[in-house]
């Protein structure tokens, strides 16, 4: 139990984090005293140590549902390589899991859930997340906070609704969503109805984690870039901004991170202005000196090494974090890759990228 000096001991701690933490100096609108590094995928499955307790756990729910595993496996990379800020370890699936989708990992296939093709399917789900579920991942938070090093952010998240839509009605990845974008053309009511149960979990979900010790949260929008200008400010930009205002509602200063993977310049631009968010994740496509241009005076800007870069390593690994650090100087920057670090990607190449950021 924790006593009322605790509580005092854990807020001057996060407060004094919240100005020392380079990363979150940036989301703060700063430029943080030294570029703040993290990966997406961090922990994962190029890290032996994550392959080990894979195995034990047998499952990759199991680990996300276990308190202790997802704890040990957020703070894997952090150990190895003592990133600014850890990424709790989940899914974005756990959000449909929680309104009663069925889900499976199927190994070296990717994800497997029931479909919600339709209203009726959609009447099948539970109206807000099983507190079963979702409390063992705020459990998680909590006991990663308490483990991590006071110095280190952590980091909550959830997929923005468009992306996790795509899943639910395909009932697994697909090249170009396009069960998702058939269901927004041919059943807009239903394709509504489920974007708005997402915007209200999504929200449920992240003040979850940020009321457990999630310094900032990062909105996962992985397949925003299949939308069409019109549609990304409907679909992505628009449940991303609810979701936005119904957290800040409980928490008013949430840093929030939003990611749209394969935005144009003016997609990210509509999301800086209709969302509220802190910091824009970029992918490796952007044009970095137009976005720093255009955005960099408004919010952070996060991102962009190509991962395939980092599985290449030598002199294809060097050019790229050098034009990212040359083209965002003096910017408020978070050094990341522009999407999640792959598999096969040897780790001496990570230990090479921490060098030459930090050296
Ligand atoms: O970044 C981190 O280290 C935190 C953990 C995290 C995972 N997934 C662990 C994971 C995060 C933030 C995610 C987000 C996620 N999950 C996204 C959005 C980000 C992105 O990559 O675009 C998406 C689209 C998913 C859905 C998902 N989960 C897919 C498509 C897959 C299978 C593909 C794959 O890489 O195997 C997963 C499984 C998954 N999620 C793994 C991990 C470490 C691999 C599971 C395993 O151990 O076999």
Same mark, same amino acid.
């Given at each position: 139990m924790k006593g009322p000096g605790d509580e005092i001991a854990h807020q001057g701690s996060a407060s004094q984090r919240s100005r020392e933490n380079p990363l979150l100096q940036a989301l @703060? =609108?700063?430029?943080?005293?030294?570029?703040?590094?993290?990966?997406?995928?961090?922990?994962? &499955?190029?890290?032996?140590?994550?392959? $080990?307790?894979?195995?034990? $756990? =047998?499952?990759? #729910? /199991? #680990?996300?549902?276990?308190?202790?595993?997802? /704890?040990?496996? /957020? +703070?894997q990379p952090i150990r190895r390589f003592g990133f600014d800020a850890a990424i709790l370890f989940s899914d974005i699936l756990v959000v449909p899991h929680a309104l009663g989708c069925e889900l499976r990992f199927e190994a070296g296939e990717g994800p497997r859930l029931s479909i919600t093709g339709n209203l009726e399917d959609l009447g099948r789900l539970a109206g807000e997340l099983d507190p079963a579920k979702v409390g063992k991942v705020y459990e998680a938070v909590a006991r990663t906070r308490t483990e991590l090093p006071e110095e280190t952010a952590l980091l909550g998240f959830c997929g923005a609704p468009f992306t996790v839509a795509t899943y639910m009605i395909a009932g697994r990845g697909t090249d170009d969503q396009a069960p998702a974008r058939l269901a927004m053309m041919r059943d807009p009511a239903f394709f509504e109805a489920l974007i708005d149960r997402l915007v209200s979990s999504s929200s449920a979900y992240l003040i979850g984690q940020l009321k457990a010790g999630a310094d900032a949260v990062q909105i996962f929008d992985s397949w925003a870039g299949v939308l069409a200008p019109e549609e990304f400010v409907r679909w992505s930009v628009g449940p991303i901004a609810r979701i936005i205002h119904a957290v800040r509602a409980e928490i008013p200063d949430a840093k929030v991170i939003g990611f749209p993977k394969g935005a144009t310049l003016e997609g990210l631009t509509a999301l800086v202005d209709g969302a509220g968010v802190?910091?824009?994740? +970029?992918?490796?496509?952007?044009?970095?000196?137009?976005?720093?241009?255009? #955005? =960099?005076? &408004?919010?952070?800007?996060?991102? @962009?090494?190509?991962? +395939?870069? #980092?599985?290449?390593?030598?002199?294809?690994?060097d050019e790229g974090i050098d034009a990212i650090l040359d083209d965002f100087r003096g910017a408020a920057h978070i050094f990341n890759l522009g999407h999640g670090i792959r598999p096969e990607t040897p780790i001496s190449h990570v230990e090479h990228m921490l060098e030459r950021l930090r050296g």
């Open positions: @703060n =609108g700063h430029v943080p005293v030294k570029v703040p590094v993290w990966m997406m995928r961090q922990a994962g &499955r190029y890290l032996p140590e994550y392959r $080990a307790l894979r195995e034990k $756990a =047998g499952d990759f #729910l /199991t #680990l996300c549902y276990t308190p202790e595993f997802a /704890t040990e496996v /957020t +703070l802190d910091a824009i994740g +970029l992918d490796w496509t952007v044009d970095r000196r137009a976005v720093r241009g255009r #955005l =960099g005076a &408004r919010v952070a800007l996060q991102g @962009n090494l190509d991962p +395939l870069r #980092l599985i290449v390593g030598g002199k294809a690994l």
